[in-house]
């Protein structure tokens, strides 16, 4: 889907690094998780 020029905001570095910030940590844990549950089956 292409999305119209007037659509796209304006980006906050700040805000872009927290949301990178959060992504590696959800990305950290799932694997985390996934390790656990090998060891405990």
Known sequence: ???HP???RPVDPA???EQAC???VHRW???W???LC???S
């Open 6 to 8: 007037n659509d796209r």
């Open 22 to 24: 959060f992504v590696l």
């Open 29 to 31: 844990s799932a694997l």
């Open 33 to 35: 998780l996934l390790e």
């Open 1 to 3: 889907m292409a999305m």
């Open 38 to 40: 090998r060891e405990l």
């Open 15 to 17: 805000h872009h690094g």
